[in-house]
C-alpha cells in the first residue's frame, strides 16, 4: 500500500510539473504572438507613415511643378503684342510706321556722321608736311582726294583757291561749308516730322475710339462701366504708342544734331587753323 500511494504521489507530482510547463510554454507563445502582432502592427503603421510621406512629399513636388507655370506672367513681348491688337490695327500700324521710317531716317544719319568724323588734328599736320614738301600745293591736294569726309573736302576747295589769295580761299571754305553743312543735315526735318507725327496720330486714335465708345453707351441706351472702361483702354493705347515712338525718335535726334553740331564746329576751327598754315607758307615763300 506504501509504495502504491508512494506511485501515484510521484504520478501527481509528474503531472502538476507537465501543467506547470505546458502553462509555461503557452506563456511564452502567447508573449511571443503578442510581441510579434506589435512588431507587425508597428511595421504596418511606419510603412504607413512612410507612405503618407511619401504621397506628401509627391504633392509637394506637384505643386511645385505646378506653381511656376500658374506664376509665370507673360513676357514683355507677349504684352506688347497684346496691347498693340488691343488699341486697333488702324491707327496702331500707321504710328508703327512712323516708328520704322524715323529708326531708318536715325539709322542713316548716324551712320553717315560717324564716317564724316575726321582726325582734323592729323589731316593739318599732313597738309603742312605736304606744303613742306617739293610738290607743295600739289602734295597737300593729294592729302585731301585720299582723306574722307566733309573737312578734307572743304579743305580741298580752299587749297584749290590758294593761288588767288587767302580772301578767296576763305570765301571758297565759307561757301563750301554751308554746303556740306546741309549735307550733314539732310533728313533731319523728316525725323522731327515722325517725332511730331506719331503723338498726333496716338491723340487722333484717342478721339477716335471715345467717338467709338459713346457710339456703343448710345447704341445699348445704357451707361455700363465694362462697356465705358473698354472703350477707354482701346482710346488710350494709340496716345501711349505714339508717345514711346517720339520718345524713341527724340533721343536718337538730339544725338544727331548734337553730332552736328561737333562737325560743325571741328569744321569751322580747322579750317581758320588751314588759312593760319597757309599765310605762314605764303609769307615763307615770298621772304
Known amino acids: 500500500m506504501k509504495k502504491l500511494f508512494s506511485i501515484l504521489a510521484i504520478i501527481g507530482l509528474l503531472n502538476i510539473n507537465n501543467n506547470s510547463l505546458i502553462a ?7 508573449s511571443e504572438v503578442a510581441s510579434d502582432s506589435l512588431t507587425t502592427d508597428s511595421a504596418m503603421t511606419d510603412s504607413a507613415m512612410t507612405d503618407s510621406a511619401m504621397t506628401d512629399s509627391a504633392m509637394t513636388d506637384s505643386a511645385k511643378e505646378v506653381l511656376p507655370s500658374e506664376t509665370n506672367e507673360p513676357s514683355f513681348h507677349q504684352v506688347l503684342k497684346e496691347k498693340f491688337i488691343e488699341g486697333g490695327a488702324g491707327f496702331m500700324g500707321v504710328v508703327l510706321i512712323a516708328l520704322i521710317l524715323g529708326l531708318a531716317l536715325c539709322i542713316e544719319r548716324i551712320i553717315y556722321l560717324n564716317l564724316a568724323t575726321t582726325d582734323t ?6 597738309i603742312d608736311e605736304a606744303l613742306k614738301g617739293k610738290k607743295g600745293m600739289e602734295s597737300a591736294k ?21 593761288s588767288e589769295g587767302l580772301d578767296m580761299v576763305e570765301k571758297s571754305i565759307v561757301a563750301y561749308g554751308s554746303v556740306q553743312m546741309g549735307r550733314l543735315e539732310r533728313n533731319t526735318s523728316w525725323i522731327s516730322l515722325f517725332i511730331a507725327l506719331a503723338p498726333m496720330l496716338g491723340f487722333m486714335g484717342t478721339v477716335i475710339g471715345m467717338i467709338g465708345a459713346f457710339d456703343a453707351i ?7 462701366p465694362a462697356l465705358v472702361a473698354g472703350g477707354i483702354k482701346v482710346a488710350l493705347l494709340t496716345t501711349v504708342f505714339g508717345l514711346i515712338v517720339a520718345m524713341i525718335l527724340q533721343v536718337f535726334y538730339n544725338y544727331i544734331i548734337s553730332k552736328i ?16 598754315i597757309l599765310a605762314r ?7
Open 24 to 30: 509555461q510554454s503557452n506563456n511564452v507563445i502567447s
Open 121 to 126: 588734328d592729323k589731316l593739318l599736320s599732313d
Open 142 to 162: 593729294e592729302v585731301c582726294r585720299n582723306t574722307p569726309g566733309p573737312v578734307a573736302s572743304i579743305f580741298y576747295q580752299g587749297l584749290e583757291r590758294s
Open 218 to 224: 448710345e447704341a445699348n441706351n445704357n451707361i455700363s
Open 261 to 276: 553740331d561737333s562737325l560743325v564746329n571741328s569744321m569751322e576751327d580747322a579750317s581758320i587753323t588751314l588759312i593760319d
Open 281 to 287: 607758307h605764303s609769307g615763307s615763300k615770298n621772304n
